[in-house]
């Protein structure tokens, strides 16, 4: 059984600037999710290198 759910708000990751929906897992702290992935996540820690 497959339904659709467009009514789960949305998130922008601050690394990827991809859109990303709620998850069950981030009930309780929605709010302060930054990032759409762990990689993401570790991605923004790593200083950015001037080419």
Do not use: A, F
């Amino acid at each position: 059984m497959t339904h659709k759910k467009p009514h789960l708000p949305e998130n922008i990751c601050l690394v990827c600037q991809r859109p990303y929906t709620w998850r069950k897992k981030w009930e309780r702290d929605w709010p302060q999710v930054k990032y759409c992935s762990e990689r993401c996540k570790r991605q923004s820690k790593k200083p950015v290198s001037l080419g």
